[in-house]
């Protein structure tokens, strides 16, 4: 790997709050990257752990320069305060808890965005690696495989931070940089902006990241949790983030989700609105709902996929397809958004009455 002197071509943005457990994994397999100058900052939080001592021992021992910077806590402040101090004409936003395991990661992911923006005549591109998750188990589960292999369409509904996200910082600029008013999300807004902007590109190599929230917290209440959160995000309604504590905390904080407790918050704060509002909300979601029903085909296809053992992107998935061509096209209209409303609010109604009577677990 090119030495501390050379002049970076890559800057890698990693936030960090609290991370002095894991944080020497993620600078080791950077260390074996291979024929790539880039420099790591690390935009700190406010560690109240070992975290800045970790890291001011490991910048002394890495093939690579490693500089941290202070930020107010919220992942979106950290990383615009990361972008302001690097020197990379591209940028890579990696979260601590990830790994590159291929040690041309870095190499083969510039090479592929720079053939690709040749190929497309501008650099309005991003790239994302394969996401794989590293878990306790190494057993088939049907929810990791189902979440893996998402990721991995080109969809940018199904990009998130945890793939890693790199671009050009020119259009990093005119994109207008992390909204640092949300607590998390932030790579949601981001990813959304790129697509419309101009294009995602599905990087050669893959990027394993922990499953650890999932395990600490449960895989069923973050993900419920998460769709919820999803769809009043896309609908502009945020009140919820800053009313329900707990929401998103960093990973030294987390323990078991209370999921009655946060849909109980939710259903109240719903409940508050004025009824010509609440209807409104009730009716986006039945169009967020909808417009994301795709995600039911694609778990038909996936489940007799992972049965059969397919490896991740093996397969043709036929009745997803088929969902584009046809189920979209024809619920694609008011009444099928308000079927879609009514369904989901007897779903929620339906998840409700069913946690409260699950027995209560220690966070």
Not at 220 to 239: H, K, M, S
Not at 310 to 319: H, I, K, Q, S
């Amino acid at each position: 790997m090119p030495g501390r002197d050379s002049t970076p071509e890559l800057s890698i943005i990693v936030p960090t709050l609290n991370e002095a457990t894991i944080i020497g994994d993620l600078c080791a397999s950077l260390a074996a990257q291979r024929d790539c100058a880039f420099e790591l900052i690390v935009a700190d939080g406010g560690s109240t752990d070992d975290t800045r001592a970790r890291l001011a021992a490991l910048a002394t021992t890495v093939p690579y320069p490693l500089i941290v910077v202070d930020s107010p806590a919220g992942r979106g402040r950290q990383m615009n305060a990361g972008v302001g101090a690097a020197s990379g004409a591209t940028l890579l936003f990696l979260h601590a808890d990830c790994l590159l395991p291929a040690p041309a990661a870095l190499r083969n992911a510039l090479a592929a965005l720079a053939a690709a923006t040749a190929a497309r005549g501008d650099d309005r591109l991003a790239g994302r690696f394969r996401l794989r998750f590293a878990r306790p188990a190494a057993t088939p589960n049907l929810p990791y495989y189902f979440y893996e292999w998402k990721a991995r369409l080109p969809r940018p509904e199904c990009i998130r931070g945890d793939q890693g996200l790199l671009l050009g910082r020119r259009f990093f600029a005119e994109l207008g940089r992390f909204d640092p008013s949300l607590p998390f999300l932030e790579d949601v807004r981001l990813v959304a902006r790129i697509a419309a902007a101009g294009g995602w590109l599905l990087l050669p190599d893959e990027i394993v990241t922990s499953a650890r929230r999932f395990a600490t917290e449960g895989l069923r209440e973050r993900q419920t949790l998460n769709a919820i959160v999803a769809d009043f995000a896309a609908l502009g309604w945020l009140p919820f983030m800053g009313e329900l504590p707990g929401l998103y905390r960093s990973h030294d904080r987390s323990g078991r989700l209370d999921l009655a407790e946060a849909l109980e918050r939710v259903a109240g704060l719903v409940r508050d609105l004025p009824l010509r509002s609440r209807l409104r909300l009730w009716y986006e979601t039945g169009c967020f709902v909808r417009g994301n029903a795709w995600q039911l085909a694609f778990f038909a296809d996936i489940r007799r996929h992972h049965r059969r053992g397919v490896p991740l992107e093996g397969a043709p998935l036929p009745r997803l397809a088929r969902h584009d061509r046809t189920f979209d096209r024809l619920t694609d209209h008011p009444v099928g958004h308000l079927a879609a409303a009514l369904l989901t609010w007897g779903w929620f109604r339906l998840t409700l009455a069913r946690e409260r009577r699950r027995p209560r677990r220690a966070g």
